[in-house]
């Protein structure tokens, strides 16, 4: 079955930068529609990035201006860079993947796979 496995995350204080990761198993990302998410305690999943098979980008309000989504076709990876961290970038980043060609942008119920998470801890 498909495999998202997601790789990058730690502690970081605030201003730093983190590029997270997401390998993809028995699944090509370059045909794909994928996106980052992101969880904390007591709120939804929210979007953070996306990118589509055709390789337009989008970002989640929080995340604009910081960030950049982008994929390793080679490596069959994912890959979100993110700069000026801030402790509410803090929580559990998931890579997902949609099937089909409709992009879903950062429609979290539209995902088909996702990966196991990946902690991010921005400290003040």
């Known amino acids: 079955q498909v495999q998202l496995v997601e790789s990058g995350g730690g502690s970081v204080q605030a201003g730093g930068s983190l590029r997270l990761s997401c390998v993809a198993s028995?699944?090509?990302?370059?045909?794909?529609?994928m996106a980052w998410f992101r969880q904390t305690p007591g709120k939804e999943r929210e979007g953070v990035a996306g990118i589509s098979y055709t390789g337009r980008t989008t970002y989640g309000d929080s995340a604009k201006g910081r960030a950049a989504i982008s994929k390793d076709n080679a490596k069959n990876t994912l890959v979100l860079q993110m700069n000026g961290l801030k402790p509410e970038d803090t929580g559990i980043y998931y890579c997902?993947?949609?099937?089909?060609?409709?992009?879903?942008?950062?429609?979290?119920?539209?995902?088909?796979?996702w990966g196991q998470g990946t902690q991010v801890t921005v400290s003040s």
């Open positions: 028995r699944y090509t990302i370059r045909s794909a529609n």
């Open positions: 997902a993947a949609a099937q089909g060609k409709l992009w879903p942008e950062l429609d979290r119920i539209a995902y088909d796979y």
